[in-house]
């Protein structure tokens, strides 16, 4: 099972990065996908999360309307277009899988992509 994330980098204040997060050895389709985030001193933020049922996705206030998840089950594939990006939003940012069933739920994790926005 791996989640791979890629995409982080360098942007400056008000710029836009995609983040990408490939998974493989398991069915992403039958997941919830979501992004976490950690910043160095920080605790751990959720920041999205994709629904496996109607494919909604719930965001954190601090990304509402500036961050949007798409997900390609195909491809098993999930995203992250980050637009007017703040130095707040740096961070590691990891994907995560779950899928719960009766009395245990699963959990995946990527490694991470390091996000720095700064001039």
């Known amino acids: 099972v791996q989640l791979q994330a890629s995409g982080g980098g360098l942007v400056q204040p008000g710029g836009s990065l995609r983040l990408s997060c490939a998974a493989s050895?398991?069915?992403?389709?039958?997941?919830?996908m979501g992004w976490i985030r950690q910043a160095i001193g920080k605790e751990r933020e959720g920041i999205s999360c994709?629904?496996?049922?109607?494919?909604?996705?719930k965001y954190a206030d601090s990304v509402k309307g500036r961050f949007i998840m798409p997900r390609d089950n195909a491809k098993s594939t999930v995203y992250l277009h980050m637009n007017n990006l703040k130095p707040e939003d740096t961070a590691v940012y990891y994907c995560?899988?779950?899928?719960?069933?009766?009395?245990?739920?699963?959990?995946?994790w990527g490694q991470g992509t390091l996000v720095t926005v700064s001039s």
């Open positions: 995560h899988a779950r899928k719960r069933y009766i009395g245990r739920t699963v959990d995946y």
């Open positions: 994709n629904s496996k049922n109607d494919g909604s996705t």
């Open positions: 050895g398991f069915q992403m389709e039958y997941y919830d």
